[in-house]
């Protein structure tokens, strides 16, 4: 069974930590992406899972097995690599087989698990061809179906997509999560690119420095982030940030001054927000409403995208940028003054000091969660 535990997870080379005390448990079956920025820790957090990487403290289970003193072949895991570390000089059918032949198993067994793997992933044609005469997208696919011939209990991908162009990102991306519902065995991604952990998980983990900031579903961690650093990392363009001060707090929630006589209102527990505190407000760019009344906003140009637009600018008198979306055609010129508002139940408000979310109400966190 694909179950997976970590325990108190440390890693460290000599004087750098670079994992600090990882607790993560992943159920079978489950799709979970790591994600986070440049040297966060999740590759490093991936092959140790794999076993490519000791760990300096702690402890790790797959299937309620204790794997830490076993070999990466003893784990039953499978991994696929960015660079897709195909033998060169081998067939297809021959790469696909390679790891199989070295654990002793029967030709007749090789042979129906190539055949099950190609004919998942559209490769029969190539068994016979080199790496060399398959293209990029082609490629990746002959390095899963290594992994799938050897029918891990744990298949792990290290930013498996990033030597593709924009167009076969999609394209792959589609025929993995197609294989993890066909396959319905624990998948663990690594990448940095947030779209591919909001379209393909069952779970994020979000890293940063070596830490995990934020456990949950693509929707729960959109909608309800922890903190700063998950707000601004998920969400793209990415989350609007307003300086304010809460001014009332009440059964509605609370209400906070950005300046410009329009204050706002979010649906915080007021017993976390005390009047006089400053705060900081984000709003994403799809959750304001333009028109009417609400805060002035300097538009320097946008993009349209035919379906949708984005209008970049800044709140009167302010530096800090400002992004609007909205679907749809909409063309302002640069130096308009439009007005904006944050829609109602949209708003999230933070902790400038310790950079955590204030907590949302109990209506408003089953609101979100009926929303989900």
Do not use: W
């Not at 440390?10 to 993560?24: E, M, P, Q, R």
């Not at 949950?216 to 998920?234: I, K, M």
Request: charged residues 20%.
């Amino acid at each position: 069974m694909g179950n997976l535990k970590l325990t108190n997870v440390t890693k460290a080379f000599g004087a750098l930590t670079v994992l600090h005390g990882i607790d993560l448990t992943i159920d079978n079956g489950k799709f979970v992406v790591f994600v986070g920025p440049s040297g966060c820790g999740k590759s490093t957090l991936l092959r140790i899972i794999a076993g490519l990487e000791d760990i300096s403290a702690g402890g790790i289970e797959i299937g309620g097995r204790d794997v830490v003193q076993l070999s990466p072949a003893e784990r039953k895991i499978a991994m696929v690599f960015q660079s897709y570390a195909l033998y060169p000089h081998m067939s297809v059918r021959k790469n696909l087989a390679f790891g199989l032949e070295n654990l002793k198993f029967k030709r007749s067994e090789i042979e129906t698990r190539i055949g099950e793997a190609a004919r998942m992933l559209a490769i029969e044609p190539y068994l016979d061809r080199k790496p060399r005469q398959l293209s990029g997208g082609q490629r990746q696919r002959v390095a899963i179906g290594r992994a799938i011939v050897r029918n891990p209990d744990i298949f792990l991908f290290d930013e498996p997509l990033s030597n593709l162009d924009a167009a076969l990102r999609v394209q792959t991306r589609a025929e993995i999560t197609r294989l993890h519902r066909q396959l319905r065995t624990t998948m663990i991604y690594v990448t940095h690119d947030q779209v591919e952990a909001m379209t393909m998980a069952d779970e994020i983990v979000v890293l940063n420095g070596g830490r995990i900031e934020q456990v949950g579903t693509p929707l729960e961690l959109f909608d309800n982030p922890r903190n700063l650093f998950v707000a601004g990392f998920l969400g793209s363009p990415r989350m609007n940030m307003l300086k304010g001060q809460v001014t009332a707090a009440g059964e509605a929630g609370v209400t906070i001054d950005a300046g410009y006589g329009a204050p706002l209102t979010a649906s915080i527990d007021p017993t976390a927000a005390k009047i006089g505190q400053a705060v900081l407000v984000g709003i994403r760019p799809a959750h304001f409403s333009v028109g009417g009344e609400g805060l002035p906003f300097v538009v320097q140009y946008h993009e349209s995208l035919g379906t949708e637009t984005y209008v970049y600018g800044t709140l009167e008198g302010r530096e800090e940028p400002i992004i609007v979306h909205q679907t749809g055609h909409f063309a302002p010129r640069s130096g308009d003054l439009l007005r904006i508002m944050p829609l109602s139940g949209r708003v999230h408000v933070f902790d400038p000091d310790s950079g955590l979310a204030l907590p949302q109400s109990v209506r408003q966190r089953s609101d979100v969660h009926e929303h989900a």
